[in-house]
C-alpha cells in the first residue's frame, strides 16, 4: 500500500509538471514571463486551505492549515503551513475490527500497517516556482498562473486505534467491543474500548501545485496534490488472550516502513 501510494503521488507530480511545460510552451501568451500580471517577490503571504484524501484505505484524513509566507524571489519563497486533520478509520478498518474478535484462528496475529492517524501538524518548507504563464480563458480574459514544487518538514501529532486489541468485549461473537445500548446497533455507542496510542512524529511533507493570480495579482487561487509522509509503527506477533487481560503483547516492528497521507488541496492566498 505504501509503495503505491507514493509510486502514485511521483507519477501525477511528474505529470503536472510536464503538462505545465507543455503548456508553457504551447498555449501559453510567449510574452507572459516578460508582462508579469504580478510579481510576488519580496512580498509576504498569508493562505488558507483545505485537503481532501485522494484515496481512503484504512484511515481518511480532511485537513485545515494556514501559512505564513515570504517570496524572497518571484521565483523562490520559504512558508510555514500548520494545521489540524480530521480524520477517521474507513469502513473497511471498522468491518476487520468487528469480524476478528470471533475468529479462533487469530488469537495470534500482526498488527495492521497505515493505521496512524495525523491531528495537529506544522511544517517549514521552501517553495520553487519556476514556470508563470497567461493562459487565455476567453476572448479579453486570461488567467495568470504559477507552477510549483513545494518541499518540507516538521512535527506532527499522531494517534492509532487499533482494530484487532480490545481491552473490553462485550460480545465477542457480534464482534462488539464499544458500550452501544443497542448490540445490533453501533450508532447507539458513545465509547469503544479498542486499544489507542498516541505519539509526536517528525514529518515530511512534498507538493505539486498551480497558483492562479486573480483581482490585479494580490489575490490567489491555490490547488495542489500534497504528501504527508511519516515513519509507521506497529507490532507482531500479538497474543490476543494477553491484551483482553490487560498484559502487554507483541514486538514492535523494527522496519515498519513509511506512511504516505496523499491529498488533494485547494486554497487561497492573499499578498501583502
Given at each position: 500500500?505504501?509503495?503505491?501510494?507514493?509510486?502514485?503521488?511521483?507519477?501525477?507530480?511528474?505529470?503536472l509538471?510536464?503538462?505545465?511545460?507543455?503548456?508553457?510552451?504551447?498555449?501559453?501568451?510567449?510574452a507572459?514571463?516578460?508582462?508579469?500580471?504580478?510579481?510576488?517577490?519580496?512580498?509576504?503571504?498569508?493562505?488558507?486551505?483545505?485537503?481532501?484524501?485522494?484515496?481512503?484505505?484504512?484511515?481518511?484524513?480532511?485537513?485545515?492549515?494556514?501559512?505564513?509566507?515570504?517570496?524572497l524571489?518571484?521565483?523562490?519563497?520559504?512558508?510555514?503551513?500548520a494545521?489540524y486533520?480530521?480524520?477517521?478509520?474507513?469502513?473497511?478498518a471498522?468491518?476487520?475490527?468487528?469480524?476478528f474478535?470471533?475468529?479462533?484462528d487469530?488469537?495470534i496475529?500482526?498488527?495492521?500497517?497505515?493505521?496512524?492517524?495525523m491531528?495537529?501538524?506544522?511544517?517549514?518548507?521552501?517553495?520553487?516556482?519556476?514556470?508563470?504563464?497567461?493562459?487565455?480563458?476567453?476572448?479579453?480574459?486570461?488567467?495568470?498562473?504559477?507552477?510549483?514544487?513545494?518541499?518540507?518538514?516538521?512535527?506532527?501529532?499522531?494517534?492509532r486505534?487499533?482494530?484487532?486489541?480490545?481491552?473490553?468485549?462485550?460480545?465477542?461473537?457480534?464482534?462488539?467491543?464499544?458500550?452501544?445500548?443497542?448490540?445490533?446497533d453501533?450508532?447507539?455507542?458513545?465509547?469503544?474500548?479498542?486499544?489507542?496510542?498516541?505519539r509526536?512524529?517528525?514529518?515530511?511533507?512534498?507538493?505539486?501545485?498551480?497558483r492562479?493570480f486573480?483581482?490585479?495579482?494580490?489575490?490567489?487561487?491555490?490547488?495542489?496534490l500534497r504528501?504527508?509522509v511519516?515513519?509507521d509503527?506497529?507490532?507482531?506477533?500479538?497474543?490476543?488472550?494477553?491484551?483482553?487481560?490487560?498484559?502487554?503483547?507483541?514486538?514492535?516492528?523494527?522496519?515498519?516502513?513509511?506512511?504516505?497521507?496523499v491529498?488533494?488541496?485547494?486554497?487561497?492566498?492573499?499578498?501583502?
Open positions: 500500500m505504501k509503495e503505491r501510494s507514493l509510486f502514485r503521488f511521483v507519477s501525477l507530480a511528474f505529470l509538471t510536464g503538462l505545465s511545460a507543455s503548456a508553457q510552451e504551447q498555449v501559453l501568451d510567449p507572459a514571463v516578460r508582462h508579469r500580471l504580478f510579481s510576488p517577490g519580496e512580498r509576504l503571504e498569508a493562505s488558507v486551505a483545505v485537503g481532501l484524501p485522494l484515496r481512503e484505505y484504512l484511515t481518511a484524513h480532511y485537513t485545515l492549515n494556514v501559512g505564513v509566507a515570504y517570496n524571489f518571484n521565483t523562490l519563497g520559504v512558508e510555514a503551513r494545521g486533520a480530521l480524520s477517521r478509520q474507513t469502513g473497511l471498522r468491518s476487520i475490527s468487528e469480524s474478535l470471533n475468529r479462533e487469530k488469537k496475529t500482526d498488527e495492521l500497517e497505515d493505521m496512524w492517524e491531528n495537529l501538524h506544522g511544517v517549514l518548507g521552501a517553495r520553487w516556482a519556476p514556470i508563470y504563464g497567461k493562459l487565455s480563458l476567453l476572448a479579453d480574459e486570461s488567467a495568470h498562473f504559477q507552477a510549483y514544487l513545494w518541499g518540507g518538514g516538521g512535527m506532527a501529532s499522531l494517534r486505534q487499533s482494530v484487532i486489541q480490545c481491552t473490553r468485549v462485550v460480545d465477542r461473537n457480534l464482534g462488539v467491543c464499544d458500550n452501544r445500548t443497542n448490540l445490533d453501533s450508532t447507539t455507542a458513545t465509547e469503544n474500548y479498542w486499544r489507542t496510542e498516541s509526536m512524529a517528525p514529518v515530511v511533507s512534498g507538493a505539486v501545485g498551480f492562479f486573480l483581482g490585479g495579482g494580490q489575490h490567489a487561487l491555490r490547488v495542489e504528501d504527508w511519516f515513519m509503527q506497529y507490532r507482531t506477533n500479538v497474543l490476543r488472550e494477553d491484551w483482553e487481560a490487560g498484559r502487554e503483547s507483541g514486538e514492535p516492528v523494527k522496519n515498519p516502513g513509511l506512511t504516505h497521507l491529498q488533494f488541496d485547494i486554497g487561497y492566498s492573499f499578498l501583502f
